[in-house]
């Protein structure tokens, strides 16, 4: 566990390129609202068999969505859906994230979850270099990972296009590893990015994938290793999130005409976070947050308890955000596909 937990750690203590002290902005930005998540009402085509009739989700992301599952461990069964590590794996959260959550809570079905996600990962290591160089991007993970163990559809996980869910998560760390070199320079380079990512959803179709959920980048502007940075590049940071959020609804829109059999769940975490760093009453499981700014640097002795705080270190919320984000994902997926 020590390997992959420091890499989550220092993963979390990733942050940015300005060096520069800078005062801290107490103002709060309103994140970018987009749709909601479930006005778009889309015709599943045969490929989508309902979330209540899911048998496998393929997971791809970052330190997010990482729970720190091996390919060579156990698999997931009926009675260990997420496979190894135990349950719920070496997380960011202090506690389950949003595919354990999701696998066990939020299910409406028995699914077993391959969670290949990667703390620091990038979209493709050679466009946004991560931490570490031993950090496995969505690109490793769909090509070095996914495609030799699950492609061929092996006993161990035996999924067929129409009940098998594919969720990519990702672009925290290509935007924190990126956003501060400017505009011009995130234009191009977030280019060449979505260019990799439609062409890595492109193989994962060719191996028989029809059912896709995408989720955008959470306001990681106001994440505290943000907040120390100055306003400018807080605004900075926002700026690149929205325009990823372009991005992946403009490439999600192009898949949909090229593959007209496949299906689109498009997941605006953003909304969520910011609807909750806004007002953690807004949602149940995030009402009993008190402070949504900070962390607690020794996640005790803070006056308040570690997950009373929104924030668990620089970079990532502790559980229940996760909570609710699970419950965001699977509103959409039993909604049905809103990208048409
Ligand atoms: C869409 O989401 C909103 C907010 O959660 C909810 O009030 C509304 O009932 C939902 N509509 C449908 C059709 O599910
Ligand atoms: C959700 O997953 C859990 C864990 O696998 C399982 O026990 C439960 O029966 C599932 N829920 C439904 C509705 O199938
Ligand atoms: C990663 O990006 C590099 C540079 O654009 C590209 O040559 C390579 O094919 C990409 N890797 C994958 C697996 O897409
Ligand atoms: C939208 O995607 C298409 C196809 O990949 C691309 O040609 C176009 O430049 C994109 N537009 C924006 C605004 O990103
Ligand atoms: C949030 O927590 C941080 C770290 O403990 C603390 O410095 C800050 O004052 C807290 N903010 C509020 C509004 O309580």
């Known amino acids: 566990m020590s390997s992959t937990l420091s890499s989550i ?32 009402t889309c015709a599943a085509t045969s490929n989508w068999p309902g979330w209540s009739k899911v048998k496998y989700a393929f997971i791809f992301g970052d330190s997010y969505t990482q729970t720190g599952f091996e390919t060579t461990g156990t698999q997931p069964t009926p009675t260990n859906p997420l496979g190894n590590p135990t349950y719920p794996g070496y997380t960011s959260s202090n506690g389950p994230n949003w595919v354990d959550y999701l696998t066990v809570e939020y299910n409406a079905s028995k699914i077993l979850t391959y969670n290949l996600a990667y703390g620091g990962a990038t979209m493709n290591s050679t466009l946004v270099a991560p931490y570490e160089p031993t950090v496995s991007s969505i690109a490793d993970q769909v090509v070095n990972e996914w495609l030799p163990t699950y492609a061929s559809k092996p006993s161990t996980a035996p999924w067929s296009s129409d009940n098998t869910l594919f969720a990519i998560f990702d672009g925290i760390n290509d935007i924190g590893n990126s956003y501060y070199n400017g505009v011009a320079a995130t234009t191009t380079l977030n280019a060449q990015i979505f260019a990799n990512f439609h062409d890595l959803v492109n193989k994962l179709y060719n191996a028989g994938a029809r059912n896709f959920a995408f989720l955008n980048v959470p306001p990681v502007d106001r994440s505290p ?19 990823w959020s372009t991005s992946l609804t403009n490439m999600t829109k192009t898949l949909k005409k090229e593959k007209p059999d496949a299906n689109f769940f498009y997941v605006d975490a953003n909304a969520l976070f910011t609807e909750v760093l806004d007002k953690p009453s807004s949602f149940p499981q995030t009402a009993l947050y008190k402070n949504t700014t900070g962390y607690c640097v020794d996640y005790e002795n803070c006056g308040i308890p570690v997950n009373e705080y929104f924030w668990l270190n620089t970079l990532h919320p502790t559980y229940p955000m996760h909570e609710v984000l699970a419950e965001g994902v699977a509103k959409v997926l039993k909604t049905g596909p809103n990208i048409c």
């Not at 990733?14 to 987009?34: D, I, M, W």
């Not at 290793?225 to 325009?243: F, H, P, R």
């Open 225 to 243: 290793g943000t907040l120390v940075y100055n306003a400018d590049a807080q605004a900075m940071e926002k700026a690149d999130i929205a325009a």
């Open 9 to 40: 750690l220092a993963s979390a203590l990733l942050v940015s390129g300005f060096a520069e002290a800078a005062s801290l902005n107490s103002g709060r930005s309103s994140g970018p609202y987009f749709a909601r998540d479930n006005d778009s």
